[in-house]
């Protein structure tokens, strides 16, 4: 099979999932009421992703044959996705929701930076765990919880970051910095240990079950062998997934600046 | 404590003047000393900040009169000037001492002087520390110049790829020389780099928020922190290259599994850092210089600082680039050829920044910003040329040849040193007094920078042409003769500049001009307090409103308020510091155990010869001993000096059960042969745990001695808070332990 016969036939609209998506979507549009603005490009843009991860061929791939693929699924699942959908939350909704006891007490809970950290960080490395990740590929319950874990904990991760409500925010600076610096640091080792690692780590992917006749197409023309296919994966892990943390550090100095304009400026108000 | 104002601040102006003390130190003062031992035993920032200028001064004429015998050497083909051996030993001395002696601690120097003259501090936060690093870091230059005298250089380059460095092919001892000299250096710069991050968070006057920091002293908070992440990468490597070399392993030797390509990494995970821990202070001198000498607050401020904090993390994770002609796959080449890509974009649009800030000012053009100028010329075309090397074809093309050459010396001699340089006439009447004849200024910035393209341009085409570095002569192809020599006639060229600028620091300082305190009309704290400041630096410190605190004093319509500054404990701060640079330093030495975990192929391993159950033994004396301590630190706290003795007693014992648990077990080791020469399992186990055991020990003896404090008196606040630098330090050590011990004894990976 050819790389455009497999990108045209792999599509797998999973009902659950695309039913998922649409719902999320719809609610979305609805308690926005419909109106447009750059949070709900955001926020669609997280939904949009999640669902391109789980129809498109990046699944297929992901599942049978590349580990860098899955690699980059999970990075969308634990970094990307989250992130987007919490910057398209609007604070009004979510206000409401923390007037519920149980609720408000769960969040002040997770959004401690320890718990967060170690919910995000932790996810991220657990689930590469060899054991843990091969059983996971075998396993399509465990394989369905891997990734809503990962999406999951990815949400309580930037949720002290990009929480729409002010209280539930770290201080950009230099707390949020270092919550960043010290997750993209374990991120990079986690990374650095896939990328170096000297055996193949997930034996499924170096004889993969040749379901769409594509073995040939990614060992020959695209010159992907097992070894060199987790060390992709490792790199992406350490290179790109570390330009998520730098950005958002620098997000978090853009933040920490806009309020100490912010506070010259009321403290010039209070003066006149 | 108030200073009582000293009325005669009469001090004779001079570099070696010593200032004038205020009478409140008089009281106290120890009888007279001679001036050579105080300033031996000088704890003042600004005193050893010249200390460090002029050592790197000396270090700076070596370096340089290496450089023009490798330019003599290479001036025509075929040339017998130095022996090929000789040849290979000056140019790695030259790259070493100009890396390592000259422009890191030449950095550090003015960073050292200025910096707390610019958040209106009276000193260092740790000025002993301060003094030690110092010391360190000289005592590390000259041991590597004894090499010399032993005999040999060191002669491998100046980032001494293995296996030639190793003892097979460098069989004299100037190897080890460089990598001793190089640890007591590093040791030095780091001790420095927490001390400036200390001093900035800490010491910073009322108002002086972090938004209102002058842009040098920025620049070095963000130096300082990737000096204390990517210095200890260095130590770890130094530490394995010298067990390869002293104790016959083989960690970076192909013979008995280990990998030559490791210390690629390990010495680039280092050196790349190393390369903006080389350049970030020079933009912070530019980002003073250009906005003074063109009348007008800097362009982009918060752009510049942040962006400065992008380097700073990019550069910390693009260092295979400069292995790209290692052959590590694909995969590795288009991760970090792109990832270096990025990092020319912060920068490129700093230069935009520079621009922009002269753009429509009034520009003066003193020596000062002629040097600032052409800094941003020259600079420019090295960046550019750096980003040559992202793109891996033309990586692999001339890579090992004079076009790298000639980039290096366009970022660290037309970027940092024409920085450098820029500072120096701007801040020189600060430091002494005295202005620099603008003249001989003059003459001196024209000499350089002619002499300077001359030596430099040329070598980008002998580099596409093909001439590679580090050979010691070549033949007379067409042109490269002609190409050579103008090279050289350059170099020497640049020699004559550096003569015109020693004859115009020392005629400046026994004639020039007086400069007053503000000679420029410049806006920041330094510039407040006379020159050269007293020995407590200000009388009373301005107070600081804005980002230009003498601005807004002329112009009090502008200013905001002087919001107290938030401020830790210094101690918790620096240990905190130390502790995270030390982590990274376990850190690659544990990684290097993982690695070569796989690679052991015969003899003793982890599982066969040693004894987890006995080690835990020790392991849970070396725990309870973090418990124990933090029970002292209580008592301590409520004032229960008896109790609080027990425990610290206590401390002591847990940890020296825990040392002699180890020397038992190395002893039983040792005594089956096994020992770092016998295979990688042995020398990263050695290595890992015996570093360990050495934190573990240098732990103990500070222990002991706030114990036989404890015995003596009381505790005052001093020693309480050397206690809790000590007790953090033994949290660390026993963190460390946890570590070592899960993976090595219990192997909860594998």
């Known amino acids: 099979m050819s790389a455009h016969d497999f990108l045209m036939s792999a599509w797998d609209w999973k009902p659950s999932v695309v039913l998922g998506c649409g719902l999320v979507m719809a609610g979305y549009a609805w308690s926005t009421r419909f109106r447009f603005s750059a949070r709900a490009a955001a926020f669609a843009a997280g939904v949009l992703a999640i669902l391109l991860t789980l129809v498109s061929p990046m699944d ?35 206000e409401q929701a923390m007037r519920i006891r149980n609720v408000a007490r769960a969040e002040r809970v997770l959004r401690q930076p320890a718990v967060a950290w170690t919910a995000g960080v932790g996810a991220m490395i657990a689930w590469h765990i060899p054991a843990l990740f091969n059983k996971a590929l075998a396993n399509e319950p465990l394989h369905i919880a891997e990734h809503l874990s990962l999406l999951a904990c990815g949400t309580i991760f930037w949720w002290p970051i990009l929480s729409p409500l002010p209280q539930s925010r770290m201080r950009p600076l230099p707390h949020a910095a270092a919550y960043l610096f010290t997750a993209c640091l374990a991120c990079t080792s986690l990374g650095i240990a896939i990328t170096f690692a000297r055996s193949l780590l997930y034996p499924a992917y170096a004889h993969p079950a040749d379901v769409y006749a594509i073995l040939p197409l990614i060992r020959e023309n695209w010159g992907i062998s097992p070894q060199m296919d987790q060390q992709i994966g490792g790199l992406l892990m350490w290179a790109p997934a570390c330009l998520v943390y730098v950005t958002a550090i620098m997000a978090m100095f853009a933040r920490w600046y806009a309020e100490e304009a912010e506070r010259k400026e009321a403290r010039l108000e209070a003066f006149e | 404590m108030s200073v009582p104002p000293f009325a005669a601040h009469n001090a004779p102006s001079g570099l070696f003047a010593s ?62 000037f130095l022996t090929p051996g000789l040849y290979n030993q000056i140019f790695t001395m030259h790259g070493t001492t100009m890396v390592f002696l000259v422009v890191v601690p030449l950095l550090l120097g003015l960073a050292n002087y200025m ?20 010391w360190t870091f000289l005592f590390g230059g000259v041991l590597l110049h004894f090499s010399f005298i032993a005999g040999h250089a060191p002669d491998a380059g100046w980032f001494s790829y293995t296996p030639l460095s190793g003892t097979a092919f460098s069989t004299r001892n100037g190897l080890d020389y460089w ?3 190089l640890l007591g ?144 796959g694909h995969a590795w080449e288009y991760a970090f050829g792109a990832s270096s890509l990025l990092i020319a974009v912060p920068t490129g649009v700093k230069v935009f920044n520079w621009i922009a800030t002269m753009w429509g000012g009034a520009i003066r053009l003193t020596t000062s910003m002629l040097f600032a100028i052409a800094f941003l010329f020259t600079f420019t075309i090295g960046g550019l040329s750096g980003v040559t090397f992202a793109a891996v074809p033309i990586d692999w093309q001339v890579t090992d040849t004079y076009y790298v050459v000639a980039h290096m010396h366009y970022v660290l001699f037309g970027g940092t040193l024409f920085a450098v340089m820029a500072g120096l006439y701007y801040w020189f009447p600060k430091m002494s007094g005295r202005m620099l004849f603008e003249g001989m200024g003059r003459l001196h910035f024209w000499l350089m920078f002619i002499g300077f393209h001359m030596a430099f341009f040329i070598q980008h085409i002998l580099g596409l042409d093909g001439m590679p570095r580090r050979v010691y002569t070549y033949p007379a192809f067409p042109g490269w003769t002609a190409m050579n020599m103008l090279s050289t006639a350059g170099v020497f060229v640049i020699g004559i500049s550096i003569l015109v600028l020693l004859a115009n620091i020392l005629s400046s300082l026994r004639s020039g001009q007086p400069s007053g305190p503000n000679p420029w009309n410049a806006w920041t704290l330094e510039w407040a307090t006379s020159s050269p400041p007293p020995e407590h630096n200000f009388e009373t410190v301005p107070p600081v409103r804005g980002r230009r605190p003498l601005w807004d004093l002329a112009h009090a319509e502008s200013a905001g308020t002087a919001r107290p500054v938030q401020r830790t404990s210094t101690i918790k701060l620096s240990m905190a510091f130390f502790v995270a640079s ?29 004894d987890p159950q006995r080690t835990l033994i020790f392991t849970i004396c070396l ?54 020469a016998r295979n990688l399992f042995a020398a990263t186990f050695f290595t890992l745990t015996g570093f360990h055991g050495f934190h573990v020990l240098c732990g103990l003896i500070s222990l002991t001695v706030l114990l036989g404090l404890a015995l003596r008196r009381r505790f005052t606040e001093k020693e309480d808070s050397g206690l809790k630098a000590v007790s953090i330090y033994w949290h660390f050590v026993d963190a460390v332990w946890i570590v070592i011990f899960s993976l090595i004894y219990l192997k909860v990976w594998a």
């Open chain 2, 115 to 134: 910096t707390p003259l610019m958040i209106g501090a009276s000193d260092m936060a740790l000025p002993r520390l301060n003094a030690f690093s110092f």
């Open chain 1, 60 to 94: 297929e791939l992901a599942d049978h044959y590349l580990f860098s693929v899955h690699m980059a699924k999970h990075i969308l699942f634990v970094l990307i996705a989250p992130a987007l959908l919490l910057m398209g939350l609007p604070a009004a909704p979510m």
């Open chain 2, 19 to 80: 200032p004038t003390e205020p009478e409140l130190v008089e009281a106290h003062k120890p009888p007279k000393r001679s001036a050579r031992f105080e300033w031996v035993s000088t704890v003042d920032h600004k005193r050893i900040g010249i200390l460090y200028l002029l050592a790197t001064l000396v270090f700076f004429c070596i370096g340089g009169l290496e450089a023009i015998l490798i330019r003599i050497q290479l001036a025509w083909p075929g040339n017998t």
């Open chain 2, 623 to 676: 725990l309870a001993s973090s418990g124990t301590m933090w029970l002292a630190e209580r008592r301590l706290a409520h004032a229960r000096h008896r109790s609080f003795r027990l425990w610290l007693a206590a401390t002591v014992l847990l940890g020296a059960i825990f040392l002699i648990g180890q020397g038992a077990e190395y002893a039983k080791l040792i005594a089956n042969r096994i020992t770092p």
């Open chain 2, 185 to 328: 250096i590093g040791v030095g710069t780091i001790g420095t780099g927490i001390n400036l991050i200390g001093t900035i968070f800490n010491l910073r006057t009322d108002g002086l928020t972090i938004s209102r920091l002058p842009l040098f002293v920025w620049m070095v908070l963000v130096n300082s922190f990737l000096i204390i992440f990517a210095l200890p990468a260095l130590n770890a490597s130094l530490v394995m290259l010298l067990v390869d070399r002293l104790l016959n392993a083989h960690f970076f030797t192909e013979i008995g599994g280990g990998s030559p390509v490791l210390w690629q990494h390990y010495f680039w995970a280092f050196g790349h850092p190393e390369v903006y821990i080389m350049v970030l202070p020079a933009f912070g001198i530019i980002s003073e210089v250009v906005p003074v000498f063109s009348r007008k607050p800097i362009f982009g401020y918060s752009f510049v600082a942040a962006s400065t904090v992008a380097i700073g993390l990019l550069s910390l994770g693009v260092w295979a680039h400069h292995m790209f002609a290692v052959g590590l």
């Open chain 2, 179 to 181: 990598a001793l000299a």
């Open chain 2, 582 to 610: 030390e982590a990274v330093f376990f850190a690659f030495l544990i990684a290097a155990y993982l690695y070569y975990y796989g690679a052991t192929v015969s003899g003793p391993t982890a599982r066969n010869s040693l």
